[in-house]
């Protein structure tokens, strides 16, 4: 009996999210469907970034900005391709929020 129950515990991965997490974690989503991202260089070549607005979560944000430049520094080079660049991160990025945000919640 006492075996099961620490093979069970052993097994689980992540607990199940809130309902708040979950919340949480579609209206991010939302936002950051209507983020789009500006990338642009000062004079001293250093990337400049801008979001047209906020996703709500910091890390999200500066996530946003950080792909945007490597989209660049891979060869974007127009609004269209660093928007279809970024857009195809979004994913991803959001995906990592939700991780971060489980692990808080089993803290």
């Known amino acids: 009996m006492i075996a099961a129950f620490v093979l069970a515990a052993l097994l689980q991965t992540a ?7 979950e919340f949480d974690i579609v209206v991010i989503g939302r936002r950051l469907s209507e983020v789009s991202v500006t990338v642009g ?9 801008g979001l047209n607005k906020t ?3 910091a890390r999200l944000d500066r996530a946003l900005c950080t792909a945007a430049a ?3 520094r891979k060869g974007a080079r127009d609004g269209a391709t660093v928007r279809v660049c ?6 991803d990025l959001l995906a990592d929020i939700r991780k971060s945000m489980a692990r808080r919640a089993a803290q």
Do not use: Y
């Open 15 to 21: 607990p199940a999210p809130s309902q708040a997490e």
């Open 41 to 49: 260089r000062d004079p001293r070549g250093k990337f400049t970034c």
């Open 55 to 57: 996703t709500g979560n």
């Open 70 to 72: 490597t989209c660049v």
């Open 86 to 91: 970024v857009d195809r991160r979004k994913p």
